[in-house]
């Protein structure tokens, strides 16, 4: 019997978000909490910033004709001073108001010379020197030069960074509409995994690792600011999957899970998702990361009451990549991203890679000093330090062999965890 050829990793992709939909609950929450959270709605600005003209420098407001009509370097008087949150009064004719950063232009003047290009001559007296001949709008922010007022400053499905919260804030919005975290329910699978405090590494027992998975996973989870359930370790054995499975469908958006989905007599995963539900998704044409499953947990007889369940690779390396090249999309869409593609760098590998893989891969790898990638010297699935020693991953295609010089695209482990 013939079996279907693996499913390249981009068709996986776009079937997968295909059949995620943005969750439809909104929520309001303080501008002061939202880092990371997705807009349900558009932020839009009911005021100009700045509000009016104000000084981007401290030093002297001017009318620049003033200036010009005077022989050599002029010397005026200074008229007033404006302080950032002061009102002032007109310019006087032939003269100069000491200002400071932010605050109002008088009516009147079209310029600031900053402090350092002055001299105080007469300080009894008021006298400033100017010694640095200005431009009109010199050192001047006009009124709306960074948001107009109706303007759409963070459209709906932005994820908010700090730089959007502070131009959330800056257009008076004390609270914003965002999409609710996703809620996951997070376990292993197998009876080899043990916690870590549990045993000692001096009394495990012949056959027992460690459960790292649930570590970074939860941890990843939490990064791309989902609420997570930690369902924790589950037995290798259909009853008990069918009943983690179930208790987790009924509460949450998404089921994911490391583990059980290869094709052993002890992977129970695959059959106990089909009894429940549905499986559409099982092996990618991708190293590390083939046994990957998607597919839903039917809640009762309603076709649109379902949780989505993700299966990922139990080997460590596994699961970190198709995390990020997988799961890290699901969850943007569900919480309504607008853009959930990253673009590679092309860079130089100083390394040679001569045996090409009938499946895509993605190597770990490091910037060195001179602007080029150094390969981990063990690319294995199972060695989780590739991914710690390692900045990013080389997509090198199928059947693609690398030469040291050549120039192949690049993702970044930062870019991911953004």
Known sequence: MTRPALLSLDDALAQLLASVSPLGRTESISTFDADGRVLAEDVISELQVPAFDNSAMDGYAVRVSDLHSSNGLPVLPVSARVAAGQAPQALQAMSIARIFTGAPIPLGADAVVMQEDCTVVNECEGGVRIDVMPKIDQWIRRAGEDVQKGAVVLPRGTRLDPAALGLAASVGCANLQVVPRPRVALFSTGDELVMPGSVTPADMKVGSIYNSNRFFLRALLIRMGCEVTDFGIVPDNRAATLEALSSAASQHDLILTSGGVSVGEEDHIKPAVQQLGELNLWQIAMKPGKP???????????????????????????????????????????????????????????????????????????????????????????????????????????????????????????????
């Open 292 to 418: 990957f499953a998607f597919g839903k947990i039917k809640l009762g007889s309603d076709p649109h009451s379902f949780a989505h369940f993700v299966g990922l690779p139990g080997n460590p390396v596994s699961s970190f990549i198709t995390f990020l090249l997988l799961v890290r999309p699901l969850l943007l869409q569900l919480q309504g991203t607008t853009s959930v593609a990253l673009q590679p760098v092309l860079l130089r590998v100083d390394f040679d890679w001569p045996k090409a893989d009938k499946r895509r891969e993605f190597l770990r790898v490091r910037r060195n000093n001179d602007g080029g990638l150094d390969l981990f010297s063990n690319q294995s699935s199972g060695v989780l330090t590739s991914a710690v020693w390692g900045d990013g991953l080389v997509d090198n295609p199928a059947g693609q062999t690398i030469k040291r010089g050549d120039r192949v695209s690049y993702l970044s482990f930062a870019e991911f965890l953004k």
